[in-house]
């Protein structure tokens, strides 16, 4: 429980009445950095409260689940691993893609474009994983819907939980 989890509530709690809305609870957390998906905040508030209303207490515990939610380096690359069939420490860049396009937070064509074209890949290249991951969990530059240039992919609400920063 942080200065800056009290602060990021009482910003949105501007009443002072020791409760937020749960749309306010999500959009204090994205503020704070963390980029749940619309449905990953909802499940995650309905965890802690069965009320509209978040307390500071129930905030805390959300940004807790949040903070720890992101996944590991070494979970990422253990997650790529799994379609290395040869055991070499990468993939095809076409096959990147496809895992990329079909599972999970999917990406868009214009949104994989932008990553490849930001990380140097290309469909018949390899492209190790570890370090693919690594780019990942440091951060990297991929705009989407604007292209406002920040970090992460965004797509509205949706692509709000890909955690490309910590």
Not at 24 to 51: F, H, K, Y
Not at 86 to 112: H, N, P, Q
Request: with cysteine; aromatic share 8%.
């Amino acid at each position: 429980m942080s200065d800056e989890w009290r602060e990021a509530f009482i910003i949105y709690d501007p009443e002072s009445n020791g409760s937020i809305s749960a749309k306010d609870c999500a959009e204090a957390a994205r503020a704070l950095g963390c980029n749940p998906s619309e449905w990953e905040i909802q499940d995650i508030i309905s965890q802690v409260t069965t009320s509209a209303e978040v307390t500071y207490d129930q905030f805390c515990a959300v940004m807790q689940q949040l903070d720890s939610g992101g996944a590991s380096l070494a979970e990422l690359t253990n997650a790529f691993a799994q379609f290395d069939r040869e055991g070499k420490g990468a993939l095809l860049g076409s096959e990147l893609r496809y895992i990329l396009k079909t599972m999970g937070e999917v990406l868009s064509d214009s949104e994989l474009d932008d990553l490849f074209r930001q990380a140097h890949f290309s469909d018949d290249k390899t492209v190790d994983y570890k370090e693919f991951a690594g780019m990942i969990m440091r951060g990297v530059q991929a705009p989407g819907g604007g292209g406002t240039g920040k970090k992460g992919l965004s797509k509205g609400r949706e692509r709000r939980s890909m955690r490309f920063h910590k």
